[in-house]
């Protein structure tokens, strides 16, 4: 798996730039609807580079590591069901600042991450979460 510039505009990840700035974001990402697959090789923020099941706009299931072309292919096969499956596969590698915690009612949730990661991932997901996280 590379994550090379051409490697990953193949998966159809495309990078953006802020409405406002035009400076471009330092993570490049593919939509799939109510739910996006983001990439970010930059490091100061979470010490390694990252990849991101984003759950609209506003839940971040990080994993360490490049994990972009697994997780594409697994949105592409089976929807957010195939991502779920990946990330709890994947448990081990999630970074301390990942939101699955608080997304599966493991810890405090003052954000109400929970009720987007039910309306997007399903009561059934976010409880296999909340196992692997325990």
Do not use: W
């Amino acid at each position: 798996m590379k994550s090379s510039i051409p490697a990953l505009r193949s998966l159809g990840i495309t990078g953006s730039a802020c409405p406002v700035t035009k400076v471009l974001a330092p993570n490049v990402s593919r939509s799939f609807g109510s739910f996006n697959i983001s990439y970010c090789r930059q490091r100061a923020d979470y010490g390694c580079d990252t990849t991101a099941i984003v759950l609209e706009g506003r839940v971040f299931l990080i994993l360490n590591g490049y994990h972009a072309e697994p997780l594409i292919n697994a949105a592409t096969e089976n929807g957010i069901q195939g991502c779920v499956d990946y990330f709890v596969e994947n448990i081990a590698q999630a970074n301390a600042l990942s939101e699955h915690l608080m997304a599966a009612g493991v810890v405090s949730d003052p954000f109400n991450l929970m009720g987007t990661a039910l309306e997007v991932m399903g009561q059934h997901n976010v409880e296999t979460l909340a196992k692997a996280a325990a």
